[in-house]
């Protein structure tokens, strides 16, 4: 009779592992605000990468959402006038997400970020940023919160577009090929892939300078700058690449 019972139980702890571990590798959207049509600013390979992080003071939890820190690549803005005589930014100096005095700041300069100017202007500064930043992953294991009022009608909220990175991110990795099925699924012929032969994202091209072919890049490992957008057929992200450098 005992071994009747214990067979049942081991199949459902099988198939309750399996799930869990298919979960843990799914890729997590990280966001700049705990809202859903907040700018993408990176992803997770995986949940269990994910840093907690406490909720900034005099902010109210949002339900739903973890705050995490995330590091990463990003291509951000900054004030020309907040550059010093060095070239870096100065500290207290406002990360911004798009060219404009009002955009999303990602993050205060200080003194630990590795900054690189890519371009000056005479009102903003384009710069690659390596650093540390506070983001937002859905958290499923706490159900959001209805925001509606008792009895009160309910209103049909069309659905809003997807919101592109306006700051633009650099990825890292190797350049190659999708396979058809890939391309059929994705609509994109290229991808980046890391050592694991995982993919980190499906590549746009279309808007890149011709000042080197593109096939001169594939199947070489390299860092790739532009914005990310999800994809809407696939859980996955496909970056816009504006500029390719490879890597020694």
């Not at 995490?68 to 911004?96: A, C, T």
């Amino acid at each position: 009779m005992k071994a009747v019972i214990i067979l049942p139980t081991l199949v459902l702890l099988a198939t309750l592992a399996g799930g869990v571990s298919a979960l843990a590798q799914e890729s997590v959207s990280v966001r700049i605000r705990p809202e859903p049509n907040s700018t993408l600013i990176g992803k997770l390979s995986s949940l269990s990468l994910a840093v907690n992080a406490e909720w900034p003071k005099n902010t109210e939890p949002t339900s739903g959402w973890r705050p995490i820190y995330y590091r990463g690549d990003f291509l951000v803005y900054i004030d020309s006038q907040d550059i010093g005589k060095n070239f870096l930014p100065l500290p207290g100096s406002r990360y911004l997400l798009s060219p404009r005095s009002d955009a999303d700041i990602l993050a205060i300069a200080t003194d630990l970020d590795k900054a690189e100017i890519v371009s000056i202007d005479p009102r903003f500064c384009h710069i690659n940023l390596e650093t540390i930043v506070l983001g937002y992953i859905r958290d499923y294991s706490v159900p959001p919160t209805p925001k509606l009022k008792p009895n009160a009608a309910r209103t049909v909220v069309p659905k809003q577009p997807k919101i592109v990175s306006d700051s633009g991110q650099s990825l890292e990795g190797i350049l190659v090929s999708a396979s058809y099925l890939e391309s059929t699924r994705s609509g994109y012929k290229f991808k980046l892939i890391n050592s694991d032969n995982e993919t980190i994202a499906y590549v746009d091209h279309s808007k890149l300078p011709d000042s080197e072919p593109f096939t001169n890049f594939v199947n070489t490992r390299l860092t790739a700058w532009g914005m990310i957008d999800d994809l809407e057929n696939i859980d996955s992200i496909v970056l816009r690449v504006k500029m390719l450098k490879k890597k020694n």
